[in-house]
Nanobody
């Protein structure tokens, strides 16, 4: 098992930036692909970005391309989501998630929430207009 803890959320004005962190513990972080999802009030949980366990492959939801950057540092057991040019519609609780891809390609990533077995508790991001 792996435990995930997000941090870095907060209140920011439109056009601002935030960097979210996701610290993993319990198992070897480099065995897991990682994803970021978000959920706004009254809405479903949506995929934001994903990164393979090697860090060599990334994938973004269309509305995040060019504004968000996902990365990871396996030596620090930490994943990141750098968010820039934030908009009020980015307001949501952001979750990191992990999927064990040890038996899969090191470049494997997925945007399907059902494939991620491990989730953090979430961090609130609020963007004011």
């Amino acid at each position: 098992q792996v435990q995930l803890v997000e941090s870095g959320g907060g209140l920011v004005q439109a056009g601002g930036s935030l960097r979210l962190s996701c610290v993993a513990s319990g198992r070897t972080f480099s065995m897991y692909a990682m994803g970021w999802f978000r959920q706004a009030p009254g809405k479903e949980r949506d995929f934001v970005a994903g990164i393979s366990r090697s860090g060599g492959n990334t994938f973004y939801a269309d509305s995040m391309k060019g504004r968000f950057t996902i990365s990871r540092d396996n030596a620090k057991n930490t994943g990141y989501l750098q968010m820039t040019s934030l908009k009020p519609e980015d307001t949501a609780v952001y979750y990191c998630a992990a999927k064990n891809t040890y038996l899969l390609s090191s470049f494997y990533i997925t945007n399907s929430s059902t494939e991620y077995a491990y989730w953090g508790q979430g961090t609130q991001v609020t963007v004011s207009s």
